[in-house]
């Protein structure tokens, strides 16, 4: 019984010390460790042994469950470190690289892309985008366009003036375009 566990021992000690990756590891362990291993059984089956090699063979099994497990530990861990150090070699960053362009933040408001579409639109059908200040004279609004002084859209009901004014015909008074 002793060469019995002497074997399944040095077979484990090969078996384990063979293990290339963690999964293949724990299919050592469970083939001589777990519930239906042959070690496992042997201890179940001591009581069955005579008291004179009932001692012996307990102990004996007892002490190459512990010596296995300890080097299962141990080679897992051997494992682990070796696959960290193998994944940090193949992720790591070349910073002599040129960055990402950071993500647009935001987005445009829907007035502006609405705006834009419709000048692409008016562009498309060859006219020009003239842009110009948003407050402006009653002079250039009105009287160089020739509106007469008594068209309604220059009534203070039709028209935003910046600053309240009681004669709409001044030429210097200020209104929204």
Known sequence: MLKRIADIK???EQAIAGAASA??????RIRYLGRKAELPN?????????PEERAQTGKAANEARRTLEGQI????????????????????????????PLPSVGH???????RREIEDVFVGL????????????VY????????????PSRLMTDTFYVKPTTDIFDPNAVLLR
């Open 140 to 151: 250039y609004n009105f009287d160089a366009l020739n509106h007469a002084p008594t068209h």
């Open 73 to 100: 530990e141990r080679r897992a861990g051997d494992l682990e470190a070796s696959e960290l150090d193998k994944r940090l070699a193949e992720d790591r960053i070349d910073v002599t690289l040129p960055a990402d």
């Open 108 to 114: 445009l408001h829907l007035i502006t892309k609405t």
């Open 42 to 50: 042997l201890l179940r089956n001591v009581a069955q042994l005579p």
């Open 126 to 137: 060859g006219f020009n985008i003239a842009e110009g200040p948003e407050v402006e004279t």
């Open 10 to 12: 040095q077979k484990a």
């Open 23 to 28: 999964q293949a590891l724990e299919e050592v």
